[in-house]
């Protein structure tokens, strides 16, 4: 028996049975935080523990002495709030929920030329929270390991009992409309501004939401005038993000801003050899070398493959071979394109570039016409089956050699211009995203 139960027992004889059954029966000394300065009982609710306050604390405080302990001083308390850190407290009272990916840790991220940069940006911040880059501004394609990388910062932080709030534009919005009809905006900024890292995911969809956009400002500026981490991300380049106020995207910009760009074949496949071995699948070096190359530029699309490859190899109960990873793929493929006709892509082009779809095939020779005609051919190119000669009749030009010609140009331009690319390169994923 240790002291704190010797000290009930004569407890129990000196008070009546029915207080004790009520009362003291269920109280529970820990043992193991108590010192010979502090006794600590747990009591299992809140009635309990206040009438044992009230009632028998000088009580249990003489029986200490008459075990020779004669300076103890007795808390009386409830199991589970009882030694809450400082940040489990305002986590509580705060309603914070990180919901961080676990598996999202810098070891599972696979380091390339493409990532580089903001591996290194994000992975020197998870050492020195606020001091170095601060807002750190991550920004790239989708699928390409923005979230991943800044929950890896955020486990880190959180590992080091920080308070770090992981959230979305969209969850920070709702969050705010709820807190605003409640009437408890007060409790929203005490939220935001108590937290030691704040990560805030895509960043984009601040966009055109002056209301929110507002709010977020005076939030970022409490955090980084105390010194607190933040760490966004978006699709772009703060600059690039329409409808974004001045002052902030100026704030954005202040910290550091580094890009992701799509993996480069060496990456690809590490990332491919990595998740193979997570999730336990065999590949041989063929067929990680397909997916790859097959694979433009999406991560996640990556992944997405793998656990197909998986599902179908168990429920078909087939290995896994070159043919097969094919077939899958053909689909895989076809999905994503097959609905992609010449006149989606011109008509896109031309909506961006802000002319006539019917002008792109006309003979008109104006600059902007020109132009939009050139990003047409290339990109029905890259992203439908049409031959040279079905695109020059399309596009009404005289014979394959023209179209090869503006091919040419085209990626001139992309190897040596990097706002073409960019712009290009959004139009790329606009088109796709519409199949
Ligand atoms: P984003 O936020 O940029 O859209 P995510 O961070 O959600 O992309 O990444 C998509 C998926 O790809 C995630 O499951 C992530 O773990 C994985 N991923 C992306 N890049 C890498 C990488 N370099 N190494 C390992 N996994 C990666
Ligand atoms: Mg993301």
């Known amino acids: 028996m240790n002291i704190g139960q010797e000290v009930l027992a ?3 004889e000196e008070i009546k049975e029915i207080e004790y059954n009520r009362y003291i029966k269920n109280l529970v000394y820990d043992a193991k935080r108590s010192t010979t300065d502090l006794a600590i009982f747990y009591a299992p609710n809140a009635l309990v523990s206040n009438w044992i306050k009230s009632k028998y604390t000088d009580k249990i405080k003489h029986l200490f002495e008459i075990k020779n302990n004669p300076k103890v001083n007795v808390k009386i308390t409830l199991k589970n709030s009882a030694f809450k850190t400082k940040k489990q407290k305002i986590e509580q009272k705060t309603q914070i929920h990180s919901l961080l990916n676990p598996s999202h840790t810098f070891n599972n991220f696979m380091v390339g030329g493409s990532n580089q940069f903001a591996y290194s940006a994000v992975k020197s911040v998870s050492e020195k929270a606020g001091e170095l880059y601060n807002p750190l501004f991550i920004y790239g394609g989708v699928g390409l390991g923005k979230t991943h990388l800044m929950q890896a910062a955020g486990n880190i932080f959180q590992n080091q009992e920080k308070i770090v709030i992981y959230t979305t ?3 920070f919005l709702n969050d705010f409309i709820r807190h605003v009809r409640n009437k408890t905006m007060d409790r929203f900024q005490e939220k935001y501004r108590q937290c030691d890292v704040l990560l805030i995911d895509d960043i984009q969809f601040l966009s055109n939401k002056e209301g929110i956009q507002e709010e977020f400002f005076h939030t970022f500026e409490a955090l980084k005038g105390a010194g ?15 409808g974004l106020k001045e002052r902030l995207q100026s704030r954005f910009e202040h910290g550091l801003v580094a890009d992701i760009q799509p993996p480069e074949l060496e990456t690809k496949i590490a990332i491919i050899k990595n998740k193979c071995e997570i999730n336990k699948v065999v590949l041989t070096n063929d067929i990680i070398n397909y997916i790859a190359t097959v694979i433009e530029n999406n991560v996640r699309e990556i992944e997405g493959i793998l656990s197909k490859l998986h599902a179908y190899s168990q429920l078909m109960h087939v290995d896994i071979d070159l043919e097969f990873v094919k077939n899958v793929l053909k689909d895989q493929i076809q ?10 892509i011109t008509k896109s082009v031309a909506k961006n570039l802000n002319i006539k779809p019917s002008e792109i095939c006309s003979k008109g020779r104006s600059k902007n016409l020109v132009y939009a005609r050139r990003i047409s051919i290339y990109l029905c190119r890259e992203l439908t089956q049409n031959t040279m000669p079905q695109l020059a009749q399309y596009f009404g030009m005289k014979d394959h050699t023209a179209i090869s010609h503006t091919l040419k140009k085209i990626n001139f331009l992309l190897e040596n211009d990097e706002d073409f690319k960019v712009k ?3 139009l790329t994923n606009k088109i796709t995203s519409l199949s």
């Open 10 to 12: 004569l407890l129990k």
């Open 228 to 242: 607190k981490q933040i760490i966004l991300t978006a699709d772009q380049h703060p600059k690039k993000i329409a």
């Open 424 to 426: 290009i390169k959004e």
């Open 335 to 344: 999905e994503n394109r097959a609905n992609l006709t010449l006149d989606i």
């Open 169 to 171: 534009v969209e969850q």
